[in-house]
């Protein structure tokens, strides 16, 4: 048996001694300074040349319930639009073929390099210039009826997102490892089979909590599509203040509904990180 | 002539003399400028010169008359249509005129000096079918939003359309009258309705393009828009548009737009009838 | 006189600058056992890939079951197959890796239906069934419903095995199986190839066991540089080696 070796002197024994609390003094002077400027500044609008009761007597008006339907309504529909188009887009991408990545490219570029507003304008006056749109012989339509402010909004939105989405997914395909592509090939996949079925439900747990971000994005970028007459809570609020002059009032109104709609979403994208970002099956090692 | 009335005959003097003598407030004379604010995409009363981008129109040229008048500079400035009424209110803009109606429902915190006669008329596409303004009910009717005009046409709606046992004109936003016209040229709607100054502006710009029916449906004013509590002000600029009226150079400058049948004979402060 | 499995005639590969294979030529008989050794870099886990075109050769032919690989003479010419086509080759072998590379998002049993229930299209009743066999073959039987996060290395190479034995190849081929594994798990892994090799199934193992090597393999191929150096049955190969290469690099390993 070999006894414990013996150790230097002056150095004592601490584990008895308990580690005491720190007071952030510092930390509750700029705490208290803060509170002090946010109560300031709520009793300035408080007092402010703002006529609350308009704020009260519109925030539920119909004209702005019907608005923050048809935003919501929109965001959905136009993200849908936009997940898809970027997960064919990441796919172009990544193929062999450089027509096909080519493609893609420049269907990026061009979304990704021009405003929203310009693209839903551009949508929205499509008849200029193409009056009848159709498949000659078989159906033609005007222009302006197919395009409503509906269609408009929905493939300005969608098809900028598209842009946005697909460098995301990309991001997602090229995060799963390729050693799964190749096991996938070893079995006898082709590409797309591989993509489908093994690729993109790996990618889609890294690509889901940036999806909720834009998802959040898209519910204020909505409100572009107010200058295409599309009914969303801006359009309607501004309608309203049109009439009444009252344009903070109404702002306000709409305001309040985008951070009750964020409010509740940003959370909802937290959870959505928390499952599915880490922790679920990764290979043992 | 007796002490009554040479001291009447001297008081009349002496208004009259004060009356002329109307100042600037203190701010305006001291700073030399007058603040303005326009929205410029209303042809031909504000408006940027395709050509040359210069600001210019009816209302310009009032204005600049009125402040050589006032031996002021103006600085002009520009904002969208809903923006004028709060620049009002905020100060930012000393006066509006901009091509703005004299509504009541305006005049809670403005008075209004009227300057010229308006009110909406409708236009169609020269091969429109259309030949008088009841043609057009049951069909789609565009205008900007931002404007009076929607209940305008509501309102001509019921008592031409509906009360007559026709379909009502459906409405069609629209951003400003430039999207307006677009939409009337990609046939989203069948007609349109603008100020009745605005048309023959529009109408040299694309000769042979529009078609005015019917005469405008209701008479209106455009007004020089001031703040409540800023009566000096407005006694001042009404003194000198007066005065512009009264030896011609309002005329001259109306008839310079082709809008010589707008003119007023006076100006009148809230004169319109709703 | 039977035709070889898999006849490797002449193939050269560079990566950039990087010579990996220099005009490699062996051939891989049905039923035999054949262990690649040598140092990293010495080409054989490059050669082990190119025989089910997980990487493309740059030039030479190599035919399994008398088939050409990647390319079809036309002409005097050579054409690349279609992905397809390629594809379809690579049914006719199986491929275990050293990551395991199983599927994280399927369950074990899962993993080993994919295979045959989507490519080859087969019954889903009987792909099962066959999976929970390949299982208890690997000794997993209970282990059908877990994740691959659920189980330890050795369970998940050995499910990998049944993966890849689910597509019935004719030839199997093993890149470095238990390089990846804690020691104590090796030996299940071992088991299993045995077992395999011992039911007749034709593998090509790259593998640093060499004890495994000597116990099993037929025979065995000492690489360097990217060219065979030495080739025989392995009791002679590992035994006694001729190169002095060879030589160098068992004393090393050793």
């Not at chain 1, 300074?33 to 709520?42: E, H, M, Q, S, T």
């Not at chain 1, 197919?146 to 300005?156: I, N, Q």
């Not at chain 2, 409540?228 to 006694?235: N, Q, T, Y």
Request: charged share 20%.
């Amino acid at each position: 048996m070999r006894a414990a070796p013996t150790l230097a002197e002056g150095f004592p024994d601490l584990s008895q001694m308990q580690i005491a609390r720190e007071i952030h003094w510092r930390r509750w002077l700029a705490a208290a300074a803060i509170i002090v400027v946010l109560v300031a500044i709520g009793r300035a609008f408080a007092a402010g040349q703002i006529e609350w009761s308009y704020v009260s007597r519109f925030l539920t008006a119909k004209v702005i319930l019907q608005g923050i339907v048809n935003t919501m309504v929109m965001a959905v529909l136009a993200m849908a639009l936009g997940i898809v188009l970027g997960v064919v887009v990441a796919i172009m991408r990544l193929s062999p073929n450089p027509v096909l990545k080519s493609v893609a490219a420049g269907y990026t570029w061009l979304f990704r390099g021009t405003p929203l507003i310009l693209q839903l304008l551009l949508w929205f006056n499509l008849a200029l210039v193409f009056p009848t749109i159709g498949i000659p012989g078989l159906w033609t339509a005007r222009a302006v009826d197919v395009m409503t402010p509906f269609l408009a909004a929905l493939l300005g939105l969608g098809i900028n997102q598209g842009a946005y989405t697909s460098e995301v997914m990309r991001a997602g395909m090229l995060s799963v490892d390729a050693g799964q592509y190749e096991a996938a090939q070893a079995i006898g996949m082709g590409r797309l089979r591989a993509l489908r079925r093994i690729i993109l439900p790996q990618a889609m747990r890294v690509v889901i909590p940036p999806l909720g971000n834009e998802f959040i994005g898209m519910v204020k970028a909505t409100s572009l599509a107010s200058v295409i007459q599309y009914p969303e809570v801006l359009h309607n609020a501004e309608n309203i203040y049109y009439a009444n002059s009252r344009v903070i009032e109404l702002l306000i109104v709409a305001g309040c509904w985008y951070l009750l709609v964020v409010s509740i979403l940003t959370p909802l994208q937290m959870l959505l990180e928390r499952r599915f970002a880490r922790g679920t099956a990764r290979i043992n090692r | 002539m007796t002490r009554l009335s040479l001291f009447l005959g001297v008081a009349a003097f002496a208004a009259t003399a004060s009356a002329q003598a109307a100042e600037l407030p203190a701010e305006i004379k001291q700073a030399g400028t007058l603040k303005l604010t326009v929205n410029s995409t209303y042809a031909p009363m504000e408006y940027r010169d395709p050509a040359t981008s210069e600001l210019v129109g009816l209302d310009i040229d009032l204005a600049n008359e009125l402040a050589r008048r006032l031996s002021v500079k103006i600085v002009w400035s520009e904002t969208p249509f809903a923006e004028l009424i709060p620049s009002l209110q905020t100060k930012r803009a000393d006066f509006i005129i901009s091509g703005i109606s004299d509504r009541a429902s305006r005049r809670e915190t403005a008075d209004f000096i009227d300057y010229l006669t308006t009110g909406p008329q409708f236009f169609v596409l020269n091969e429109h079918e259309a030949k008088a303004a009841a043609d057009l009910c049951g069909k789609k009717v565009g205008t900007t939003r931002s404007t009076s005009f929607p209940v305008e046409i509501e309102k001509w709606s019921k008592q031409n359309c509906e009360a007559a046992g026709k379909p009502a004109i459906q409405y069609v936003p629209g951003e400003n009258s430039i999207d307006v016209r677009n939409q009337l040229k990609q046939g989203r709607i069948d007609a349109a309705v603008q100020g009745s100054e605005t048309l023959p502006y529009a109408q040299g710009q694309e000769p042979g393009k529009y078609r005015v029916v019917g005469e405008p449906f209701a008479i209106g004013y455009q007004g020089i828009m001031f703040r409540k509590d800023d009566a000096v002000l407005r006694e001042v600029v009404t003194e000198h548009l007066a005065a512009m009226i009264a030896d011609g150079s309002y005329k001259k400058i109306l008839d310079k737009f082709g809008l010589g049948a707008n003119a007023v004979a006076r100006p009148m402060m809230n004169a319109a009838p709703q | 006189m039977t035709k070889p499995l898999v006849a490797i005639r002449s193939v050269s590969k560079a990566f950039g600058e990087f010579q990996a294979l220099k005009n490699v030529s062996l051939d891989v008989w049905p039923g035999e056992v054949l262990c690649l050794i040598g140092a990293s870099g010495s080409g054989k886990t490059t050669l082990l890939r190119c025989i089910n075109q997980l990487t493309e050769i740059d030039s030479g032919g190599i035919w399994l079951d008398g088939e050409l690989l990647g390319v079809r003479e036309e002409g005097g010419k050579l054409r690349r197959l279609t992905e397809r086509q390629i594809a379809r080759q690579r049914l006719r072998t199986g491929m275990v890796f050293q990551r395991f590379n199983l599927f994280p998002h399927k369950t074990a049993l899962e993993n080993i239906t994919e295979g045959p229930a989507q490519v080859q299209g087969r019954n889903s009743d009987e792909v099962r069934a066959e999976a929970i066999e390949l299982l208890r073959r690997v000794g997993l039987a209970t282990k059908a419903e877990s994740y691959p996060s659920q189980l330890s290395g050795g369970q998940q190479q050995r499910v990998a095995i049944a993966r890849a034995l689910a597509m019935k190849p004719m030839l199997m081929l093993f890149d470095e199986p238990t390089s990846a594994l804690d020691p104590e798990l090796v030996g299940e892994v071992l088991a299993v190839m045995k077992e395999l090799a011992q039911s007749g199934m034709t593998m090509v193992v790259v593998t640093h066991e060499l004890g495994f090597a000597r116990e099993v393999a037929d025979r065995v191929v000492y690489m360097d540089h990217g060219a065979i150096v030495e080739s025989g049955r392995a009791a002679e190969v590992l035994g006694a080696p001729r190169e002095a290469r060879t030589q160098a690099f068992l004393a090393a390993v050793i």
